[in-house]
């Protein structure tokens, strides 16, 4: 039975300020093949989901999109469904052997060219205890609101997807949903852009 997670710790009203899309950047971090075939199917299931929604609404909504991966001729390229959403927001797939994307080098010139610069980032993928989290805590210390989908990442076992994300939460991000984001994002309903998007929601 997985271990369940310790209460919250108190988030500060700064850490809950409305979250606008052109000021958030979503970062999804090595979404791979290879090391996607070892992750527990539900996970892996709603890791997919929460991704391609996010990135569809952050293409939708004016959100720039940046994706990871690591080692791709180890771990293969990025999952097909999720690599088809990230071609059609035009995001850039940067490569690397750093754990944290903040370590690398090409990651970090995409992330200058981002204009206006970012206040917010929405980081998914996987290993949540892995790159996701030391992704989350190097934008958290950069002084990014980091916001880290409970749904948006995975971990091969329950007990280190549950670390990850308590290790997120301590280093200052906020535990959320990908449906919190993106109805965030939209502020009301009614618009063409809640209609496309509430399509993939249910």
């Given at each position: 039975?997985?271990?369940?997670?310790?209460?919250?710790?108190?988030?500060?009203?700064?850490?809950?300020?409305?979250?606008?899309?052109?000021?958030?950047?979503?970062?999804?971090?090595?979404?791979?093949?290879?090391?996607?075939?070892?992750?527990?199917?539900?996970?892996?299931?709603?890791?997919?989901?929460?991704?391609?929604?996010?990135?569809?609404?952050?293409?939708?909504?004016?959100?720039?999109?940046?994706?990871?991966?690591?080692?791709?001729?180890?771990?293969?390229?990025?999952?097909?469904?999720?690599?088809?959403?990230?071609?059609?927001?035009?995001?850039?797939?940067?490569?690397?052997?750093?754990?944290?994307?903040?370590?690398?080098?090409?990651?970090?010139?995409?992330w200058a060219?981002?204009?206006?610069?970012?206040?917010?980032?929405?980081?998914?993928?996987?290993?949540?205890?892995?790159?996701?989290?030391?992704?989350?805590?190097?934008?958290?210390?950069?002084?990014?609101?980091?916001?880290?989908?409970?749904?948006?990442?995975?971990?091969?076992?329950?007990?280190?997807?549950?670390?990850?994300?308590?290790?997120?939460?301590?280093?200052?991000?906020?535990?959320?949903?990908?449906?919190?984001i993106v109805?965030?994002?939209?502020?009301?309903?009614?618009?063409?852009?809640?209609?496309?998007?509430?399509?993939?929601?249910?």
């Open positions: 039975m997985p271990t369940p997670m310790p209460p919250p710790t108190p988030l500060t009203p700064t850490a809950l300020q409305r979250l606008d899309p052109s000021a958030t950047a979503l970062v999804v971090v090595d979404v791979q093949e290879k090391l996607a075939a070892a992750m527990p199917a539900p996970q892996l299931e709603a890791l997919t989901r929460a991704a391609t929604l996010l990135i569809e609404a952050a293409r939708r909504l004016g959100a720039p999109v940046l994706a990871t991966e690591q080692y791709p001729a180890g771990l293969g390229p990025t999952l097909r469904p999720i690599a088809d959403r990230l071609a059609q927001a035009s995001a850039p797939v940067i490569s690397k052997v750093e754990f944290s994307a903040c370590d690398a080098a090409e990651f970090d010139r995409a060219k981002l204009a206006p610069a970012p206040r917010a980032a929405v980081v998914v993928g996987m290993e949540a205890h892995v790159c996701v989290y030391q992704t989350a805590r190097d934008l958290a210390a950069r002084g990014m609101l980091v916001h880290v989908p409970l749904d948006g990442v995975a971990s091969r076992r329950d007990d280190h997807r549950l670390a990850g994300l308590d290790l997120c939460r301590a280093a200052g991000a906020t535990l959320t949903t990908a449906e919190t109805f965030d994002w939209l502020r009301v309903a009614g618009t063409d852009d809640f209609k496309h998007l509430a399509k993939l929601i249910r």
